[in-house]
């Protein structure tokens, strides 16, 4: 079946620093993948999504690309803010061009520190 | 609604009884989702309706696990004779529809089986 595996955390970063957030997948077919953020107290929340190969997501400031070559859909930022401390989940669905039956990696906490 | 709501946030339940979580989708919303996210098991797929179809449920790990969607609208998540491994945040998303790429969650029901 789908799965995907994103990098343990906890990542602390000093605010500034560069993140990367490395996530890999395994799927049948061409399914969409997406990060989600869940900030503290509140729901998950999209951050960005590509639906096909060499598509890249990007919001706030964070971007990733979709790479079927190496099934990988890393997270990064070039200079992350204290405000950016939250849990990110890369996710994938089981049909391209859609948001159904997310399939979700176990989170990667980050901490960005003054 | 602006969001997903659900209720109640938080439930404490004593083994072997019944409980029911509700979850009021963003209006106009054809597509709901049912996803748990426990401890052990990270964020996982329960059910998911979309319209008038019959839902998906391939997602529920038990027969002790139900859900209905009345009216196209409000959704109920029953489990019956809670288990201690039941203890997870349950969380509702919605999307405009089916092929929508993105779902909106809710902020969950933390549910806790003594």
């Known amino acids: 079946g789908d799965s995907v595996t994103q990098m343990e955390g906890p990542v602390t970063l000093s605010e500034e620093a560069f993140l990367t957030i490395n996530c890999t997948y395994t799927?049948?077919?061409?399914?969409?993948l997406f990060w989600y953020v869940q900030y503290p107290g509140e729901g998950l929340q999209l951050l960005l999504k590509?639906?096909?190969?060499?598509d890249k997501g990007s919001n706030k400031g964070f971007e990733a690309t979709y790479r079927k070559e190496t099934t990988s859909f890393h997270l990064e930022k070039g200079s992350v803010q204290v405000s950016d401390s939250a849990v990110y989940f890369c996710?994938?669905?089981?049909?391209?061009?859609?948001?159904?039956?997310?399939?979700f990696g176990t989170g990667t906490r980050l901490q960005v520190t003054l | 609604g602006a969001g997903v709501s659900q209720s109640p946030s938080n439930k404490v339940t004593e083994k072997g009884k019944d409980v029911e979580l509700r979850c009021d989708p963003i209006s106009g919303h054809t597509a709901l989702y049912w996803y748990r996210q426990s401890l052990g098991q990270g964020l996982e797929f329960l059910i998911y309706f979309q319209g008038n179809s019959a839902p998906d449920k391939s997602g529920l790990p038990s027969d002790r696990f139900s859900a209905e969607r009345t009216g196209g609208s409000v959704s109920t998540l029953t489990i019956q004779r809670t288990q201690q491994e039941d203890s997870a945040v349950y969380l509702c998303?919605?999307?405009?529809?089916?092929?929508?790429?993105?779902?909106?969650f809710g902020q969950g029901t933390r549910l806790t089986v003594v």
């Open positions: 799927a049948t077919g061409y399914p969409s």
């Open positions: 998303a919605s999307s405009l529809f089916e092929a929508d790429t993105e779902a909106f």
């Open positions: 590509a639906t096909k190969a060499d």
């Open positions: 996710a994938l669905s089981d049909r391209a061009g859609t948001a159904s039956k997310l399939t």
